[in-house]
């Protein structure tokens, strides 16, 4: 067994202690109603922000890495518009409203690469600066469709007075601290080192609570009820599971090894956290995002592993 199977595992590990102590926290009133509406809306506008901002400007990425790996972003807004496509037909499949379709597909789309990527993927390539690019650029991809493409989807069904809502929404933090970090980049400036180490320690902070976060939501959400949805066990199966080791021989056509098993543990992550975050936050399907969240974090404690596992069986 490799390496990466046995660093999945345990990080996979932490990811759940994490959400069992969030969970805990819930059920001893620690972490109350209120106490998770001003958490979400403080992940969403400071600490996620932060955590892109950094991986933009603070880990020596320069934009001639980035122009080097075009080929590789192209490659990436290819698999999003398979996996856009892929949600919809699922969800249309299941029954789905308009609005929960749209809230399928992004949840099929955009995995949670900050929360869990990062920190798995920086266990799996510790001190790869290839895996460090293609994550960055990955990573400002992602993001920027997330809060901008994702958003839209999430929210054009909620009622709203005008069109300014809409507008307003588009610029959020997320996108304006994208703008900003690639505007350093582009530039070449260089921020104090005091900056950037606050920055870094508020974004690191953004992975544990989303985590606990995560965990103490689940103790306040109809498990049983959840557990019951067919369309959730498609996206475990389908993106979670068959997508990403199917992903990892079609990318090892055009890439190389590292950089295809890259792309195999992003697919292989569940959707992101800050999909009920922007729901609530914003007034999209809150349910769907809640089911498609916790019931695939749940699983990808199993599923992770067993990617890996059957990309190297597959090898041997």
Known sequence: MSQEFYIVVNQVLVFAILMLIGFVMAKAKVLTSDVLNGLSRLIVNLL???????????????????????????????????????????????????SGQDMFAVATMFCNIGFMGVPLIESMFPGNSQVATCLLIYFVID???????????????????????????????????????????????????????TVKGLGDCSRYLALL???????????????????????????????????????ALFFNHVTSLLLATILSLPPMVAHTMMARTYGGDERIAAETVFVSTIACLGTIPLVQFLINFILR
């Open 213 to 251: 976060y995560l965990g103490a939501l689940l103790a306040t959400m109809p498990v049983l009820n959840m557990l019951m949805k067919p369309y959730v066990y498609c996206l475990i199966v389908l993106k979670m599971t068959i997508v990403p080791v199917a992903g990892y021989f079609v990318a």
């Open 48 to 98: 996620l922000p932060c955590l892109i901002f950094y991986m933009i400007v603070g880990n020596g990425i320069t934009v001639q890495h980035i122009f080097a790996n075009r080929t590789y972003a192209l490659g990436l807004l290819l698999m999003y518009a398979i996996l856009c496509l892929l949600g919809y037909a699922v969800a249309g499949a299941s029954g789905l409203r308009r």
């Open 143 to 197: 993001q920027f469709l997330l809060w901008t493409a994702g958003l839209f989807l999430c929210t054009r069904h909620v009622k709203k007075r005008n069109n300014t809502g809409a507008l307003m929404n588009l610029l959020n933090p997320m996108i304006i601290g994208i703008l900003i970090a690639l505007a350093l980049l582009y530039f070449n400036i260089q921020l104090p080192t005091p900056v950037l180490a």
